[in-house]
């Protein structure tokens, strides 16, 4: 069956460390990836996209990778503030363009 | 301005009511969506429309229908509410089909208890 795991436990990290959060999938063959930030009670926010051929992304403090061979999407967040707290989705695109979403990863940074 | 406005936020009701989601955006495109996301955070597609068209209805109990009068709104319709249908709906929009370069635009959502 199709699946789009992420760390269901919180990631707690200190304030300038760099975060980590990891994607994993199964059973799909995507042509692009996505990450999101959803804060409590908000819609979630498109952060960054990137396509089956891009190894790497940046976006100021973020950066995204994704390998196809893996079937992994790591998202990281360099030099974290206590603002970057939120839950992070990532998701991907299945044959018929929908986006599929895994079940976020909470972060926490603490100052 | 808000670019995908739901309504309402907040909406309790009891079993076997009808009740209405509304959502519109003023970002001019293509494709609109509904999600549900239940209580363990698992955001779940129920539609999809690209102008005004049904193009995606997973597996959904018949007593959901959308609506699209235009392609810059989407409501939801819900008969006969039943306990599990409490959630928070969001409605989204993108540029296209395909949602890439900018993503989807998600609304604030509309949490639905149902008593």
């Known amino acids: 069956s199709q699946k789009i795991e992420q760390n269901s436990e919180a990631l707690n990290i200190q304030e300038g460390k760099t975060a980590t959060l990891t994607c994993n999938y199964t059973?799909?063959?995507?042509?692009?990836l996505q990450w999101y930030r959803q804060d409590p009670g908000r819609g979630p926010v498109f952060l960054l996209l990137?396509?089956?051929?891009?190894k790497e992304k940046r976006k100021e403090r973020l950066k995204v990778t994704f390998d196809t061979t893996l079937k992994q999407s790591l998202f990281h967040i360099t030099a974290s503030q206590p603002a970057d707290s939120a839950t992070y989705l990532c998701?991907?695109?299945?044959?018929?363009?929908?986006?599929?979403f895994g079940g976020g990863t909470r972060l926490m940074v603490k100052p | 301005d808000t670019a995908v406005s739901q309504t309402p936020k907040y909406l309790v009701t009891q079993m076997g009511n009808d009740k209405s989601i509304k959502c519109e955006q003023n970002?001019?495109?293509?494709?609109m969506y509904w999600y549900k996301q239940d209580s363990k955070k698992f955001l779940k597609i129920m539609f999809s429309?690209?102008?005004?068209?049904?193009?995606i209805n997973e597996t959904v109990p018949n007593r959901f229908s959308p609506k699209s009068p235009d392609k810059a709104h989407l409501n939801l319709h819900i008969n006969s509410l039943e306990l599990g249908d409490s959630a928070v709906y969001f409605c989204?929009?993108?540029?296209?089909?395909?949602?890439?370069?900018?993503?989807?635009?998600f609304g604030s959502g509309t949490r639905l208890t149902v008593v």
């Open positions: 998701a991907l695109n299945n044959a018929g363009n929908m986006l599929t």
């Open positions: 970002l001019g495109h293509d494709t």
């Open positions: 059973n799909y063959s995507p042509a692009y």
């Open positions: 989204a929009s993108s540029q296209d089909v395909t949602g890439q370069d900018y993503g989807y635009t």
């Open positions: 990137i396509r089956e051929n891009e």
């Open positions: 429309y690209n102008n005004k068209e049904l193009i």
